[in-house]
């Protein structure tokens, strides 16, 4: 359809990391109040993107946190240190698997390429044998008596 917006609300070539809405809106979406998002910027709990101008602009994942912020200051008691540190945590998590993926990705490639590398090396033994002819003789050793 001509002028549609991907699911979500977004506009066309955003995405959930795409800084679009405006503190009164991102307040609506969050269900909090644009002091609070305001604070939880100042205090480094959701740090949105900036226009050129200096203002606000919340990505749907920014959203997001602002909700998760909520609920754990809500429901679970959390205080706002607290719930910072946790954040931190959780990106560090993030941070770290993608890290696991990573090396696990390198570690199957190059147990990939020994493999290979050990068939080639199993390959070229083959074109160095040379046949022998098999005889029925038994060869008695005796060490020299002095």
Excluded at 26 to 40: E, I, P
Excluded at 71 to 99: D, F, H, M, T
Excluded at 107 to 135: F, I, N, T
């Amino acid at each position: 359809m001509f002028g549609s917006s991907p699911p979500g609300g977004l506009p066309h070539g955003a995405d959930e990391d795409t800084p679009v809405f405006v503190i009164s809106v991102a307040a609506q979406l969050s269900g909090l109040h644009a002091q609070t998002l305001r604070s939880y910027d100042r205090l480094g709990l959701v740090s949105p993107g900036r226009t050129p101008g200096g203002g606000r602009r919340y990505s749907m994942r920014d959203i997001a946190q602002l909700r998760e912020v909520q609920r754990l200051s809500q429901e679970e008691g959390v205080n706002l240190a607290g719930i910072k540190r946790i954040l931190e945590l959780e990106n560090q998590v993030s941070e770290l698997q993608q890290r696991v993926d990573e090396l696990t990705e390198e570690l199957a490639a190059a147990y990939a390429a020994a493999e290979q590398a050990a068939a080639a090396v199993h390959a070229s033994y083959r074109r160095e044998l040379v046949p022998v002819r098999r005889q029925n003789a038994l060869v008695v050793w005796r060490p020299n008596r002095r």
